[in-house]
């Protein structure tokens, strides 16, 4: 009986490859430390490839590792050796289009950082505990967009329409390509 396909961790990095947000799912590295020195080698493995305008596939370490470029971040999403590359790789592309669509555009390090608490949930809402809840972009930002809300945050009403018109804007790019 296959099991459900499942992620290692999804990393965001800068260009220097320092963290910007990540999470872990599996216990391959028990420490920080070992979390760190794994983010270092992926990023010095990756930094030379030119993955900024298709997902680039390497195996890493006995893990299928899939990542994508935009300005000064970089996108990982990583699974077992036995994992699905084009599963990962819709992971990975609904994690990248859904910060797209949350920052309006601005997907840099800077608008990273500033909306950090959205990419955090932009990530939860894509997997749970290694288990991928969703891929698509637009129902992953509107998720996010909705949670802000419920939890109270100072979001006016005109944000979210904004939110949800860049959204839409970006569903319509999509679909005529």
């Given amino acids: 009986m296959e099991s459900c396909p499942s992620i290692k961790n999804i990393l965001l990095l800068d260009?220097?490859?320092?963290?910007?947000?990540?999470?872990?799912?599996?216990d391959d590295w028990p420490t920080n430390n070992a979390k760190e020195a794994f983010e270092k080698a992926v990023f010095?493995?990756?930094?030379?490839?030119?993955?900024?305008?298709?997902v680039e596939i390497a195996m890493?370490?006995?893990?299928?590792?899939?990542?994508?470029?935009?300005?000064?971040l970089y996108f990982y999403v990583t699974g077992g050796e036995d994992e699905n590359e084009i599963i990962l790789a819709a992971v990975?592309?609904?994690f990248f289009d859904a910060v797209g669509i949350l920052l309006r555009g601005n997907v840099d390090k800077r608008e990273a950082l500033e909306n950090l608490d959205l990419i955090l949930l932009c990530i939860d809402e894509i997997v749970d505990g290694g288990i991928i809840l969703e891929t698509d972009a637009?129902?992953?930002?509107?998720?996010?967009?909705?949670?802000?809300?419920?939890?109270?945050?100072?979001?006016?009403e005109q944000?979210?329409?904004?939110?949800l018109a860049t959204a839409r804007e970006h569903l319509a790019r999509s679909l005529l390509k």
């Avoid at 490859?17 to 799912?25: D, F, L, M, P």
């Avoid at 010095?44 to 298709?54: G, I, L, V």
């Avoid at 944000?159 to 939110?163: F, G, N, Y």
């Fill in 159 to 163: 944000t979210i329409s904004q939110a």
């Fill in 92 to 94: 990975l592309q609904g």
């Fill in 138 to 156: 637009n129902s992953i930002a509107t998720k996010v967009a909705s949670n802000i809300v419920d939890a109270g945050a100072p979001l006016s």
């Fill in 15 to 26: 260009s220097e490859g320092r963290r910007i947000a990540v999470k872990y799912y599996s």
């Fill in 44 to 54: 010095n493995k990756t930094q030379k490839t030119n993955a900024r305008t298709e």
């Fill in 60 to 72: 890493f370490e006995n893990n299928v590792m899939v990542y994508k470029f935009v300005q000064d």
